[in-house]
């Protein structure tokens, strides 16, 4: 389980930005990820992949499951990365300055896990450029709910 | 010793010592990970500096900077928790600054380090007195080159985060429940600094 999934037929679409959902429990990624394509809708899917956990299923974040996850969804325009946190974001954040373990144009992207994923995966599924999705995504932030 | 210059071999003997030093305390780290933590830094940390040792055997890079690259690389896949990318990042800019000088000396090393612990301020956006590994490296860089300096100093910034209250990471969610147990973070970053002068004997 923890060895992600990739949601969506988008395979032969050059054009979608892919997606990484990277949390501290495998269970939570795959969950997010299933809700995140769910709430996109039946069209194009953009490309989804969850990374969470440790390779043999325990909570932790895992460097091999989140590169192999991004390579997954590379479809060449970029690939957003979304994560819950502590080692979820520190350990992102040490790939992004190692410089060769994560595709080119993958992006860390500053929004809450869940309603950023949605925003993400809904926009990368109609097509939206990184910029837009990451910018769908960190917006997630301004919706108050009290 | 503080003239003597340090080539890749002392380097892969720092790693060992190291290793060696994480597994023997490895039950204590995660006793002290338990009341403030997930109860993980000791197997997390273990996990990581048996694969260091284990890479470090087989690959045995030829320059300190790449062993220090090699090994901060390894932690950062193996370890699991937030240590992993945390002790992977001062090592990997460590050996960065290091470069591919065959040997290097001890204010190198220091000056090497310091560029380190300032990378692991930077990617966990804390500083000294949060209850953090900063509170025994930064002492420990500013003791200056002379290992067994660096070592008492590591070790008194660890036991000084014992009244501290925790700021970031998981004990921070404690709040004041976090004061009165010493970091786990600067504990394993005392026996990192304890084996450097271990490694020069």
């Not at chain 1, 590379?74 to 410089?99: F, H, N, P, Q, Y």
């Not at chain 2, 109860?39 to 690959?59: C, I, P, W, Y």
């Not at chain 2, 209250?165 to 304890?194: C, M, N, V, W």
Request: aromatic share 4%; proline share 4%.
């Amino acid at each position: 389980m923890s060895g992600g999934t990739v949601a969506g037929a988008a395979g032969d679409r050059a054009s979608l930005v892919g997606v990484v959902l990277v949390s501290h429990s495998g269970p939570v990624a795959e969950s997010v990820a299933a809700m995140a394509t769910g709430l996109a809708g039946g069209g194009i899917q953009a490309p989804v992949a969850a990374a969470g956990g440790t390779p043999d299923g325990g909570l932790g974040t895992s460097a091999e499951l989140i590169a192999a996850a991004a390579r997954r969804v590379d479809r060449g325009a970029g690939v957003a990365i979304l994560v819950d946190l502590g080692s979820a974001v520190l350990t992102v954040k040490a790939l992004m300055a190692e410089g060769d373990e994560l595709p080119e144009g993958a992006r860390l992207v500053d929004a809450p896990f869940v309603e950023g994923a949605v925003a993400a995966v809904v926009t990368a599924s109609a097509g939206a450029a990184l910029s837009e999705v990451t910018a769908a995504a960190e917006e997630a932030y301004g919706y108050r709910k009290a | 010793m503080s003239e003597t210059a340090l080539d890749a071999a002392f380097f892969i003997r720092w790693m060992t010592a190291a290793a060696a030093s994480i597994d023997r305390e490895a039950d204590r780290l995660t006793e002290l990970d338990s009341p403030i933590g997930d109860a993980d830094h000791g197997s997390n940390m273990q996990r990581g500096f048996a694969a260091v040792r284990k890479l470090l055997e087989t690959a045995a890079p030829q320059t300190p900077g790449a062993v220090l690259t090699a090994a901060g690389r390894q932690l950062i896949s193996t370890v699991g928790g937030a240590s992993g990318p945390l002790y992977g990042t001062l090592l990997r800019r460590a050996g960065k600054v290091l470069g591919d000088a065959e040997r290097v000396t001890p204010a190198e090393l220091n000056a090497a380090l310091a560029a380190g612990v300032d990378a692991v301020a930077q990617l966990g956006g804390a500083a000294p007195g949060d209850k953090t590994m900063l509170d025994a490296l930064v002492p420990a860089v500013g003791a200056g080159a002379a290992f067994d300096a660096a070592a008492a100093a590591a070790a008194e910034g660890a036991l000084a985060t014992v009244p501290l209250q925790a700021r970031k990471g998981r004990a921070s969610y404690l709040g004041e429940r976090s004061i009165g147990h010493q970091d786990p973070g600067a504990t394993s970053s005392a026996l990192l600094f304890a084996a450097l002068p271990e490694a020069a004997k």
